[in-house]
């Protein structure tokens, strides 16, 4: 069985500084990897995905993460924090077989202070 | 583009009564969901559909139905006997169910009681 913790709930950073949100995954099989931002009262918008290509994924707004299958983790970052960055964040993982193939993190809330 | 539509984007439900909230996705995508989304919470998978015609629950289907007459649209019911059916839905839909193909969401509807 797959499952997915996103380790902080809410993340406070200053405008111009690194972000981190973490997030650490269990899975029996090579899973795929997502990461989704979602803004106020609007869907999820994908960020990026992992699917065991290269473990350093670059995604869409300056966003990128790293698989690292030794500590099951896909931590989201970006080097310089900007105020239009303030979402909620879902990590996302999936396998190939099972039920159903989708399990998502309980989201990070992430503040930028001016 | 593109995407998919959700409608409406408010709903108001009056005590006992059954509403049908709309999704449509032009994507030619398989397999389409439903989640609900309370505030501060992760998404919570109510159904989903793997292909026309057929459809399986997810953890919290009891006081909604789905249909899945067409491959672009996968109406929800919320019905009477959902008693907390005040949140944010979210559909989505994905090329197929066992892939490492992202979701694509919806702008969601927002569902409040009278």
């Known amino acids: 069985a797959q499952s997915v913790t996103q380790l902080d709930s809410h993340v406070s950073v200053s405008e111009g500084t690194p972000v981190l949100l973490r997030c650490n995954y269990s899975s029996s099989y090579s899973p795929s990897l997502f990461w989704y931002v979602q803004h106020p009262n609007k869907g999820l918008q994908l960020l990026l995905k992992y699917t065991s290509a290269a473990t350093l994924v670059k995604g869409i707004n300056g966003f990128e993460a790293e698989f690292k299958k030794s500590e099951t983790s896909f931590h989201l970052t970006k080097p310089s924090a900007h105020m239009s960055d303030a979402a909620e964040y879902f990590c996302v993982v999936s396998e190939f077989t099972g039920r159903r193939a989708l399990t998502f993190g309980s989201g990070t809330r992430l503040q930028v202070q001016p | 583009d593109g995407g998919i539509t959700q409608s409406p984007k408010y709903l108001f439900r009056k005590e006992g009564q059954n509403v049908t909230l709309s999704c449509e996705q032009n994507?030619?995508?398989?397999?389409m969901y439903w989640y609900r989304q309370d505030p501060g919470q992760g998404l919570r998978l109510i159904y989903y559909s793997q292909i026309v015609n057929d459809f399986q629950k997810g953890d919290i289907a009891e006081g909604y139905s789905v249909s899945r007459e067409k491959k672009e649209s996968f109406p929800l019911t919320v019905t009477s006997a959902q008693k907390n059916p005040t949140a944010f839905y979210l559909c989505a839909s994905r090329g197929r169910e066992n892939s490492n193909q992202p979701q694509h969401f919806g702008d969601g509807t927002r569902l409040s009681i009278l």
């Open positions: 994507l030619n995508h398989d397999a």
